[in-house]
């Protein structure tokens, strides 16, 4: 799973964006809309290699099952107990972290979706810190799309 990821991000001169959820997870399916957007998964897998792991299923959901070694590998990159869903860790094609979706390290503040102005704020920043190829065209097309798909 993250050894496959950081083996294209290498080879592709990529960073990584590892996506922590559950099939269950309202918001987590809001941002499977975001990256499946054409115009997003342009701007998004132009900087990154995306990897969905699945951390929250239930224990009873035969059809849904958790990523093996996700829960730790989430921990390992600084998701501090459960931290919600969904939990966005960016890392560099080595699998190291850079930043993750705890707004400015606050680890009572996973942003999970984006659809609060703050949220939306620190998405755009992780970017920032995370893709420097992204232009300030795509940073701003980024909180465009966010600001008009939030949730009301």
């Not at 009873?60 to 099952?65: E, G, L, Q, R, T």
């Not at 850079?98 to 009572?108: A, F």
């Not at 920043?125 to 949730?151: D, G, I, N, V, Y």
Request: glycine share 8%; proline share 5%.
């Amino acid at each position: 799973m993250f050894s496959h990821a950081k083996a294209e991000a290498q080879n592709e001169h990529k960073h990584i964006l590892l996506v922590f959820s559950a099939s269950w997870c309202g918001p987590c399916k809001l941002f499977e809309s975001f990256l499946q957007d054409p115009q997003m998964k342009r701007i998004t897998e132009k900087a990154f290699v995306v990897q969905r792991i699945d951390v929250g299923e239930f224990k009873n959901d035969a059809k849904h099952i958790n990523t093996r070694g996700g829960a730790e590998l989430r921990s390992a990159l600084g998701g501090v107990g459960e931290p919600g869903f969904p939990f966005f860790v960016m890392t560099d094609e080595e699998g190291n972290s850079l930043v993750n979706s705890y707004r400015d390290g606050n680890t009572s503040g996973n942003v999970g979706y984006p659809a609060l102005p703050e949220e939306i704020d620190w998405y755009v920043e992780m970017l920032k810190r995370a893709a420097p190829s992204l232009t300030a065209a795509e940073l701003t097309a980024t909180r465009t799309w966010l600001q008009k798909h939030a949730p009301h």
